[in-house]
T-cell receptor, first 113, second 112 residues
Framework: AQSVTQLDSQVPVFEEAPVELRCNYS??????LFWYVQYPNQGLQLLLK??????LVESINGFEAEFNKSQTSFHLRKPSVHISDTAEYFC???????????FGGGTRLMVKP | DVKVTQSSRYLVKRTGEKVFLECVQD?????MFWYRQDPGLGLRLIYF???????EKGDIPEGYSVSREKKERFSLILESASTNQTSMYLC???????????FGSGTRLTVV
């Protein structure tokens, strides 16, 4: 069985500061990894994903995440956040031969002016 | 882009009512899922379906049932709504996991 732990339930940060949202997973087999973002009163949107190849993946709005197999982590980072990045972020993992995603508990990013 | 449409954004129902939440996707996905989202509890899987007329229980199926008569439509049914079913309900679909899930906008259900 696999599980996903998002270590911080809330992360307050000032605008233009860097941020890291942490995600650790447990799985004994190869995995695919995802970050989703949920803006207030909306569904989840795919932000970025790691399937294979380069361990560093990027989104179109400046976020990046790095797959670290030895530490079983997939932390999400952004060098300079905007007010509009305020949202809840979910990390998810799947077994690469399965159909199901397992989600972490979510991290609420609160960007303050 | 794949679209997943949930029929209602906000819904208010009375205790004991039978409630139908509808979800339609337009990209011929085999897999469809229903989650509920509550503060501090993250996403919890209620039911999922890999094919027409096929359903599997998720982590919290009690008090719910589902129907998938057509590939594009996956309905969640609350047989007798209770106040502890007040929640945000999210529908998702996928073709294969590597492409991730596509979520609907959610239905915020309040049972009074």
């Amino acid at each position: 069985a696999q599980s996903v732990t998002q270590l911080d339930s809330q992360v307050p940060v000032f605008e233009e500061a860097p941020v890291e949202l942490r995600c650790n997973y447990s799985s004994s087999v190869s995995v695919y990894l995802f970050w989703y973002v949920q803006y207030p009163n909306q569904g989840l949107q795919l932000l970025l994903k790691y399937l294979s190849g380069s361990t560093l993946v990027e989104s179109i709005n400046g976020f990046e995440a790095e797959f670290n197999k030895s530490q079983t982590s997939f932390h999400l980072r952004k060098p300079s956040v905007h007010i509009s990045d305020t949202a809840e972020y979910f990390c998810a993992v799947s077994h690469n031969a399965g159909n199901m995603l397992t989600f972490g508990g979510g991290t609420r990013l609160m960007v303050k002016p | 882009d794949v679209k997943v449409t949930q029929s209602s954004r906000y819904l208010v129902k009375r205790t004991g009512e039978k409630v139908f939440l509808e979800c339609v996707q337009d990209m011929d996905h085999e897999n469809m899922f229903w989650y509920r989202q509550d503060p501090g509890l993250g996403l919890r899987l209620i039911y999922f379906s890999y094919d027409v007329k096929m359903k599997e229980k998720g982590d919290i199926p009690e008090g719910y049932s589902v129907s998938r008569e057509k590939k594009e439509r996956f309905s969640l049914i609350l047989e007798s709504a209770s106040t502890n079913q007040t929640s945000m309900y999210l529908c998702a679909s996928s073709f294969r996991v590597p492409y991730g899930y596509t979520f609907g906008s959610g239905t915020r259900l309040t049972v009074v």
